[in-house]
């Protein structure tokens, strides 16, 4: 199955900023939403930002909102994180992943379901120190 790859990952010290990409190996974007999810050591992996096809919807994670921005170029094929005011707990492994369009315009329930996206990749590692 086709997948998404992840990068722009990197070490960052607390309060600054990292721009993560979400690029398409082997399909494309059209009529996906694309969602960021996280997983920090121990925990499970959750929902960070997620963007609608033709990005006039999108949502984000409290722990995350007004320091997180995602975005889209659909001619590039490719899907952005801006991360800024970066904190220690944001340490983590970064994913994308697609889902059916109409996931980003039925509410946040639909916007976090892990098991609604697919084509995962490996992840960027996002480490924060102090």
């Known amino acids: 199955q086709a997948q998404l790859v992840e990068s722009g990952g990197g070490l960052v010290q607390a309060g600054g900023s990292l721009r993560l990409s979400c690029a398409a190996s082997?399909?494309?974007?059209?009529?996906?939403?694309i969602g960021w999810f996280r997983q920090a050591p121990g925990k499970e992996r959750e929902f960070v930002a997620g963007i609608s096809w033709s990005g006039d919807s999108t949502y984000y994670a409290d722990s995350v909102k007004g320091r997180f921005t995602i975005s889209r170029d659909n001619a590039k094929n490719t899907v952005y994180l801006q991360m800024n005011g970066l904190k220690p707990e944001d340490t983590a492994v970064y994913y994308c992943?697609?889902?059916?369009?109409?996931?980003?315009?039925?509410?946040?329930?639909?916007?976090?379901?892990?098991?609604?996206?697919?084509?995962w990749g490996q992840g960027t590692q996002v480490t924060v120190s102090l």
């Open positions: 082997g399909r494309t974007f059209s009529n996906y939403a």
């Open positions: 992943a697609a889902a059916p369009d109409w996931v980003a315009h039925r509410g946040s329930y639909f916007y976090s379901k892990r098991n609604l996206y697919d084509g």
